[in-house]
């Protein structure tokens, strides 16, 4: 089975702070999007693609070993996965979408989500269970309901896919569905693009060190674990 890394980096990063774009900040000295490129080359991606702000190309190439390949992302993370999905070399048979956020995600997590597509899957996510108490607020902020814990996951990626069904997930992903998704606030990744097409997504266990990195102190963490 061969199989391409995306890694989407077209973010701004806003909520970081940083006066650059987040798969530009570094950590331990190699920014996040480098990171990114090598856990999925390591944990036994063939070839990467990454999404990245158009402005930006040059600076993601100084800084990317030449064998990967940039794409301009969108103005969505769906809009720039989907740009690296037509760029990405239709011979793969798996597809692994992986955000440049999760820096520390160890090799071991690709390779689980290599091994349960190998196996037959067709898309297939890491997860975590929940560990606090969690519930649903009204506009106010007032309790309405709590949700029993054991039935949920938090997701992470690298998100695995068939090749084919990735691509026609993507295909069928009309402008209405797309707003009809972002109304339900249940488009912020790719297994709810293969979701909305009908296809079950299984799930492997995840890993706290491929948390996502979003505000400062989520670097802060991750400087203090790269170091170790
Ligand atoms: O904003 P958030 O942290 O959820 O973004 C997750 C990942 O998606 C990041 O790695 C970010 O660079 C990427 N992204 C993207 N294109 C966008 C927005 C986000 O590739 N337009």
């Not at 190699?30 to 990114?36: M, T, Y």
């Not at 992302?73 to 239709?90: D, H, K, N």
């Not at 054991?150 to 990735?166: E, I």
């Amino acid at each position: 089975m061969s199989a391409v890394g995306i890694v989407a980096a077209a973010g701004s990063g806003s909520r970081l702070g940083a006066d650059k774009p987040k798969a530009l900040v570094e950590l331990a000295g190699r920014p996040l999007v480098s990171w990114a490129v090598d856990t999925l080359l390591a944990g036994g991606v063939d070839e990467v693609v990454v999404a990245v702000p158009a402005a930006e190309r040059d600076a993601f190439a100084a800084v990317l070993p030449g064998s990967v390949a940039l794409v301009d992302g969108g103005a969505t993370r769906t809009a720039s996965v989907r740009a690296a999905l037509s760029a990405a070399g239709p011979h793969a048979d798996a597809v692994l979408v992986h955000d440049a956020a999760r820096p520390l995600t160890p090799p071991d997590v690709v390779a689980r989500v290599l091994a349960a597509l190998a196996a037959g899957v067709p898309a297939v996510v890491p997860v975590l269970p929940v560990v606090d108490t969690t519930v649903v607020v009204d506009a106010a902020g007032t309790v309405t309901e709590a949700v029993p814990r054991a039935v949920l996951r938090r997701v992470q990626t690298p998100q695995g896919f068939d090749r084919a069904v990735l691509v026609a997930a993507y295909a069928a992903l009309d402008d209405a569905l797309v707003d009809a998704l972002v109304d339900a606030a249940a488009l912020t990744d790719d297994a709810a693009v293969v979701r909305a097409a009908g296809v079950p997504v299984t799930t492997v266990a995840g890993d706290e060190r491929a948390a996502k990195v979003t505000v400062p102190h989520d670097l802060h963490l991750a400087a203090l674990q790269a170091t170790r």
